[in-house]
């Protein structure tokens, strides 16, 4: 696999004081197929466009939707691999060789750049960071996986797992988006891998009521995605005996 083969999308809404530094950043580590998956009433468009990056509609389908679609059209334009990273400037370019050379190294169907490992970000969200653990401890729990920060959304990858059909069943509009498709690789091939990140601090961001609601929401809904994935994978493996 070569930088070529990956496509870096960035899920994007009203996000013109970072995206053209961010596409910069990404340029810089070597990775030219840039798309921002537009849901702007800004010049975020307009920046990215000057910044040659390709500007994929997102349809007002919100943060789960923008993701979703940009990993299917990624697939079908060719693309081996896709990485998701956050416009507003807290995830760091420079991790993306390493989330991508553990994909292509480990064949994980999934890299996170996870906060919470033993050496992560360092930074400290506060009831934000204290949610986003015990996300991981529910999921883990269901899941049967060992992952230290299910909801973080700087990850890569592999499109090979993907198909039109499955990745549908995934709903979530909002960041829980993160916790379906670590469900959707984790039941399609089992391999989800973790690195250590450094993140910056966030700016202007607030903790919601919806934060709660689709925390708890998701979770509840992971038993239903047992049974879609697992069932799916099920057939998968009869079909090939």
């Known amino acids: 696999m070569t930088n070529d083969d990956v496509c870096v999308l960035i899920p994007a809404k009203n996000e013109q004081k970072t995206i053209r ?6 340029r810089s580590e070597g990775f030219a197929h840039v798309w921002v998956i537009d849901d702007s009433t800004d010049n975020t468009p307009i920046i990215a466009r000057d910044e040659n990056a390709v500007v994929v509609p997102g349809k007002d389908q919100g943060l789960g939707g923008a993701i979703r679609y ?8 060719g693309f081996t691999h896709a990485v998701v990273i956050d416009a507003g400037g807290t995830h760091d370019p420079k991790n993306i060789k390493k989330l991508v050379s553990w994909a292509n190294t480990y064949l994980f169907s999934l890299v996170i750049a996870s906060r919470f490992l033993s050496n992560g970000c360092g ?24 992952q230290a920060d299910v909801t973080s959304g700087f ?5 090979s797992v993907f198909n039109e059909g499955m990745i549908k069943d995934c709903i979530a509009s909002g960041h829980a988006t993160q916790i379906e498709l670590l469900a959707y690789c ?20 607030t903790l919601s009521l919806w934060s709660f609601i689709e925390t708890g ?7 239903v995605l047992i049974r879609i994935f697992g069932n799916e ?6 079909k090939s005996c």
């Open 233 to 238: 994978k099920e057939k998968r493996h009869v």
């Open 70 to 77: 940009g990993l299917i059209r990624a697939k079908l334009a």
């Open 186 to 205: 984790h039941y399609v091939r089992g391999s989800v891998g973790e690195i250590e990140c450094d993140y910056l601090p966030l700016t202007n961001s």
């Open 155 to 159: 990850r890569c990858y592999d499109l």
């Open 123 to 146: 930074v400290d969200y506060g009831f934000r960071t204290w949610l986003s653990k015990f996300a991981s401890k529910c999921v883990n729990f269901i899941l049967g996986t060992h």
């Open 217 to 223: 929401v998701v979770l509840y809904r992971m038993f």
């Open 21 to 26: 530094e961010l596409i910069r950043g990404i």
